[in-house]
């Protein structure tokens, strides 16, 4: 079983910022990825980075949100630097990790509020 320990988020101005971070298990290739889940919505794809490096955005968050990861031994941590929030951000934000050949895998969730 893989274990996703994630961190940050709060309550925030609208206007400001927050990262929040996830570690999981470092493999050769995965994919890491932040989803968000409003009341009364479904989840959804915030942003995801490969391995290889690439990523992808919602359209909601391109040019606000950006995805990064940090690579050690055994590990990979991976952020979710969040500018300019506004309050339809507010969600709470799961991180979730793809291995080849073993699954899908979701962190506990952490609520993000964006205040007006």
């Known amino acids: 079983q893989v274990q996703l320990v994630e961190s940050g988020g709060g309550l925030v101005q609208a206007g400001g910022s927050l990262r929040l971070s996830c570690v999981a298990s470092?493999?050769?290739?995965?994919?890491m990825g932040w989803y968000r889940q409003a009341p009364g919505k479904e989840r959804e794809l915030v942003a995801r980075?490969?391995?290889?490096?690439?990523?992808?955005?919602a359209p909601s968050v391109e040019g606000r949100f950006a995805i990064s990861t940090d690579n050690a031994e055994n590990t990979v941590t991976v952020y979710l630097q969040m500018n300019s929030l506004k309050p339809e951000d507010t969600a709470v934000y799961y991180c979730n990790a793809i291995y080849p050949g073993r699954g899908a895998f979701w962190g506990q969730g952490t609520q993000v509020t964006v205040s007006s």
């Open positions: 470092r493999t050769i290739t995965y994919v």
């Open positions: 980075i490969y391995s290889g490096g690439t990523t992808n955005y």
